[in-house]
């Protein structure tokens, strides 16, 4: 039964049982018309409400100023990581084309022939690498535009043995300089899922009159802090960890990145400069041209988002999301005490200063597979599930988003204490 256990997945994440609950009806007779959610047109009355309701609730939740736009993508966050270097990159080449164009006028050939001095001259994304998400989108950067147009402005890893758990200091990062006309974007990942380390606070480098623009993958720890949406050009998330089910990433972009004040280039001349054109399902003008219904867009998973989201507006009222922040930090806070409590048993893997308040990875005995095995058995057999750590890192991983309860993080703690104690 749901009420027995405790769930602390990582992604696939636990949704709220009342959500679900009206989501099983909802697929069957959805507002008693006969016809489930799965069946509706995207392009209905119905679908429509759904997808300006779950809009609203992420406006309210977030402070979303007017200026930016939100928009629902099938991409997943993976698409997301070539998303942003397609679009991103293409409006780059456009707004170093027109330059350009004011020059030489006419002179197709001399255009052409500047514009691949400039992109092979300065094209530069920049990526923070803090994890193995951020690692795996500069290495789709890298695939799509050539390793050449990417710099790794801090790599966590080289100051830490080879392994995630730290960020280095801000001091040390090696960003494309401003002064040279800047990179074409700075990237990040707010939180990341499988090392659990997570940026304390926007990047003070990163902010400025003359600030890069910004992609932060928030795909784990989206609604769960306040956001100063003003920093970012684009924020992205799938949405199967604090927001619904998988089948959507939610995407919330500038406006100024969209025409007629931004304008990509065209496919023939990024053809030409041997840059990639992005499929059309995944360029932004084109979905927000059609309020995210360029193709079709799965209703129900957008359903289940508004409905998780609007599920807090009712629950936090003015607070916005500082109502769940505040729950998430006491969960994680009550977590991270007990592990500390009994530091002869347990080690946390991330540096203290950017230990994740949603991915909360540890070590039992020293990373001992068997007592571990056993640790997680243990667990198991209270109802306490999921909490096996990301395969590529084993250890034990404890994801608290949203739908995990107080009681739920409680759960942990006394297992925590007991398992610990008998030790
Ligand atoms: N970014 C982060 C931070 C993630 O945790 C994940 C998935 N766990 C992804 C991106 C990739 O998302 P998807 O599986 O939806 O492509």
Known sequence: NR????????????????????????LLNYKDKGLGLCEISHRSPDANEIL??????????LDIPDDYEILFLQSGGSGEFSATVYNL????????????????????DELLKRLKMVVDEELKLDYLVTGSWSLKASQEAARLVG?????????????????????????????TPRASGGPAFVYFCDNETVDGVEFPAFPASLEGDDAPLVCADMSSNFISRKVDVRKYAVIFGGAQKNIGNTGIAIVILRKSLLPPVSNSCSPDLLRALNLPVGPIVLDYPTIAKNNSLYNTLPIFDVWIAGQVMSGLV?????????????????????????LEKYSDVYRVVPDKTVRSRMNI???????????????????????LLGLKGHRSVGGIRASNYNAVSIEGAKALVAYLEDYAKAA
Not at 52 to 61: P, R, V
Not at 317 to 328: H, V
Request: charged share 30%; glycine share 10%; net charge positive.
């Open 3 to 26: 009420s027995d256990v405790h769930y602390f997945g990582a992604g696939p994440a636990p949704l709220p049982t009342p959500v679900l609950e009206r989501a099983a009806q909802a």
């Open 52 to 61: 300006a309701d779950a809009k609203q609730a992420l406006t309210a939740l």
């Open 89 to 108: 990159v293409s409006i780059w080449v456009e707004k170093k084309r027109a330059k350009i164009a004011q020059e030489v006028g006419d002179d197709k």
């Open 147 to 175: 390793a050449q147009h990417v710099n790794v402005a801090a790599d966590a890893r080289k100051a830490n043995d080879g392994k995630f758990g730290k960020i280095a200091p801000e001091s040390d990062w090696s960003l």
């Open 314 to 338: 009712s629950a936090y009222g003015a607070k916005k999301i500082g109502g769940q922040e505040a729950i998430s930090n006491e969960k994680a806070k009550m977590i991270y005490d007990t």
């Open 361 to 383: 990875c540890f070590r039992v005995h020293g990373g001992d597979a068997e007592k571990e095995k056993a640790f997680l058995s243990g667990a198991e057999k209270k109802g």
